[in-house]
């Protein structure tokens, strides 16, 4: 019998990240978590190359699931986690151009 289920769906998915690299030059974009809409499901995090999506510590906001944050020094603006959670969850990360980030934020990325 077919399968009834559709998983075209996740064909456009990233494999997760099978080690951790490091930066090496400043990227173009920077991932940017949108903690209003981040559900704290923790879905992203196995995919990033890097290794720099974590969740905020829990005294932070005092919620038992809190929302995750970019380590935005080591990010190298890949898109995955974007992807990944608009695919997989919900829609909280955008990808920032650098210069307006460090516009926004005041603070100048290494690389
Ligand atoms: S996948 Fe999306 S909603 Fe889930 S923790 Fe990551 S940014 Fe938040
Ligand atoms: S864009 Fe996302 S997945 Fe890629 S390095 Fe930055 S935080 Fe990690």
Redesign the pocket.
Known sequence: MANKFNYDHYKTIPEPAEKVNFKKKKPKLIAV??ED?????????PFCPVDC?E?IPEEKYGIPIP??QVRHDECIGCQI?AK???K??????RMIKTEAFEDIYDMTLSG
């Open positions: 978590v949108d809409n981040c559900t704290g499901c923790q879905v992203c995090v999506i969740p929302p995750v986690c990944v959670c608009t997989l969850t919900w829609d909280a990360i």
